[in-house]
């Protein structure tokens, strides 16, 4: 039985292909008003409506087919766009901070450029890569150390952006207190312990700046029949041997006095602000010489620097 209908389906094939090509080519043959072209014409005419009423069925599907398709074409190219857009982003940032990276930079050599140090002065550009954790130490540690020539007691400076006077922002940091081969811990003039020797432009007053553990600058030791006006600038006097005269230090912000205190309180509002200094320039002073003349008349000549060819370990806020 089932070959019986294998043979019969197979039969029913060859018949209507036999069928098929018998009507392909009489349609061919024959003419246009042939019956063939007739019976094909009217079965046209009787599936129009419905190939019609088709169309319009499907119309709604292949819309919903296309909005679909361009719906997840178009959340493809949003991922694409967002992906793009980081990237973009990224380096917009990336350009932000090399700008203001350069500007810090600049404002660095402007201050070498324009500032007074001694003649014969070297600069290492370090950058700021720690700061102390606590209010109680006011330091930072920069990546330079012994192997770039830093070394213990060499002052530094720095700037920063910061509105005002016409050396606002550039001024005095501190000084080296620690160093490694490549790294140096700064004492900031704002720690409790630094103190640094100043007079005030104008009235020449001369005095001791102090920091606090506030991270206030107090300048004390000022005579008080001395006249010290606000905004008068502050700048290291040179005395004491590692800070060298004339670095600006910053602007009397308010002038104290006390009936009971024979010196003037003065309140020192810093050019730099501690808070967002990035880099630092370390000041490698020339060797100086020192004539020294004894009591018996006779001359000798000694050689001194401001720097120290030791270097402590770099630890704790030491002084």
Known sequence: ?????????????????????????????ESDSGPVHA?????????????????????????????????????????????????????????????EEN?????????????TFPEGTDFEVARVTGKSPTRWQAWIQIDKGSADGVRVDQPVVGATPMAGESLAGK?????????????????????????????????????IVEGSVAGRLVMDYVDRDITV?????????????????A??????????????NI????????FVDFRVIEEVMVLILPVSTTT??????FTSTTSTTSTTSSSTTLGGAGR
């Open 263 to 270: 010196y003037k309180e003065i309140e020192v509002q810093a």
């Open 1 to 29: 039985m089932p070959r019986n209908k294998v043979a019969w389906r197979r039969l029913v094939f060859v018949v209507l292909i036999i069928a098929s090509l018998a009507l392909l080519t009489v349609s061919f043959r």
């Open 103 to 115: 500007q810090r930079l600049k404002s660095l050599l402007d201050l070498r450029d324009k500032g």
């Open 171 to 207: 001024g005095l940091v501190g000084k080296v207190i620690s160093v490694t081969s490549h790294t140096a811990q700064v004492l900031l003039i704002t720690d409790s312990e630094s103190s640094v020797a100043a007079k005030i432009q104008g009235s020449r007053a001369e005095g």
């Open 39 to 99: 019976v094909r014409q009217a079965g046209a005419s009787l599936l129009s409506p419905l190939q019609s009423w088709g169309a319009r069925i499907a119309e709604p599907f292949q819309d919903g087919y296309e909005w679909m398709r361009t719906l997840w074409s178009a959340h493809e190219r949003a991922d694409q766009l967002e992906e793009e857009l980081q990237v973009l982003q990224g380096e917009a940032i990336k350009l932000k901070e090399q700008a």
């Open 229 to 245: 006006d606000p905004k008068l600038v502050v700048v290291t006097s040179g005395y004491g041997g590692i800070y060298p005269p």
């Open 292 to 297: 020294v003349t004894s009591a018996g008349g």
């Open 247 to 260: 670095i600006p230090i910053g602007i009397v912000a308010n002038v104290g006095e006390e009936d009971v």
